[in-house]
């Protein structure tokens, strides 16, 4: 295996590294973000209180995945993507096998009985994985970065590595999982004959009542001979999407999310709409977009089914084709 840390050579005041203020907590490169006020908020956290204890109409789809093809595939490679839910996709490119913010639990939530719960079930079982070469962590929040899941993976496979942004590798090595490297954006690595990027996004990060900041937030790409993918992780809307464009894509596909926007008032700097992420991917000169972030948790106001519904006619009006845009069911692999 070959893992080098390197930087960008170019242009790094655009990728990277992360901007932090003075008191040394990460920044966006648009500086600090003004939150809704307690109007919205509270009635929001409130309705999120009680979906906890109510079903929600139109989940996800999901069909049985064994795992059988996957395992086979991490041998020849067939470039492919398996929605497992939610953020997690499992990725094969370049005889490389990745999870992309694994969360298996029911909860998305520090506590497995209360928070927001799963309305579908992961696709694939955690025992019928292909072994998996690398996991990369978006941003700390719970239906994101997961310690329950990633206990099990590095249980599974010691060779399993975690590439986290900077600042969230201790959230790692405190529940005994040693194999990480963190990234600053504008950094890579290379692994086991691929690059992975940690890159910029708009987001936040908290996961307690004293963290607020503490830990970066980061999209990732991650760059085979053969194919370009990109995973976006929890973002809103930014310039950066075109700088990343401009300098590492075009991409053949493209993992944006599309759900998670309602109240705009609460969500638009931090969470794309299913427009807005089809802006991304043209910014990002992706050739097929994957959308992701909707249905399997119950964590803002918009109608489950409604994410899907909006992308493939934003896609359309944004000029990609329909075999471009792609909404996957829960477990549904598919090769590009």
Partial sequence: MLLHLGALAAPAQTLGPAPRAEDGRFENFVGEIERAGPGVAVPFF???????????PNAPQRVANDGAWLRENAKASEPSVTWVGHATFLVQIGHTTLLTDPIWSDTASPVSFV????????????????????????????DHLDLATLERLARRRSETRFFVPLG???????????????????????HNGVRVYCLPCQHWSQRGLTDFQKGLWSSWAVIAEDRRFYFA?????????????AELGPFDLAAVPIGAYAPPAMMKPFHMNPE??????????AQRLVGMHFGTF?????????????FRAAGEAGGFAADEI?????GETRTF
């Fill in 168 to 190: 969230n590798g201790a959230l790692l090595r405190d529940a005994g999982i040693d194999n990480v490297v963190e990234l600053d954006w504008g950094q890579h690595v290379e």
């Fill in 298 to 310: 119950d964590l803002t106001d918009e109608p489950l089914d409604e994410p899907p519904r909006r």
């Fill in 233 to 245: 992780g929890d973002t809103g809307l930014f310039d950066g999407f075109s700088t990343i464009g």
């Fill in 46 to 56: 409130w309705r999120r209180v009680v979906g906890t204890f109510r079903e929600r």
């Fill in 326 to 330: 792609w909404v996957l069911d829960v």
């Fill in 115 to 142: 928070g927001p719960r799963r309305h579908v079930a992961p696709g694939i079982e955690i025992e019928d994985l292909p072994p998996i070469d690398f996991v990369v962590i978006s941003h700390n929040h719970y």
């Fill in 276 to 285: 807005e992420a089809v802006e991304a991917g043209r910014a990002l000169r």
